[in-house]
């Protein structure tokens, strides 16, 4: 078996949570994300190239978090805004 890095938190979430949420989208959430937390781990464990890591992050994303590319810059820029903030009390 590969992986480790992480205690193969893969398996927990998969074992534990998966059909276990009470709501199929749900589920299907916990699923996906137990899928990318097992190519983060394989990635850490150098089981597996990067590439394969960020590839199913992104697939991730695009499923679960809509108009991501949107938020990210949103999120960007408070933290633009807070950093000016913090130089200008200095």
Do not use: P
Request: hydrophobic share 35%.
């Amino acid at each position: 078996m590969s992986g480790g890095s992480l205690s193969y938190i893969c398996y927990t979430i998969e074992n534990n949570l998966v059909g276990e949420m009470c709501d199929e989208v749900m589920n299907e959430f916990v699923k996906d994300f137990a899928e990318l937390t097992h190519d983060l781990e394989w990635w850490l464990s150098a089981d597996y190239g990067e590439e394969k890591y960020r590839k199913t992050l992104k697939e991730f994303k695009e499923k679960w978090f809509k108009n991501y590319d949107e938020r990210e810059k949103e999120a960007i820029l408070k933290i633009k805004e807070k950093a000016i903030k913090e130089i200008e009390q200095l």
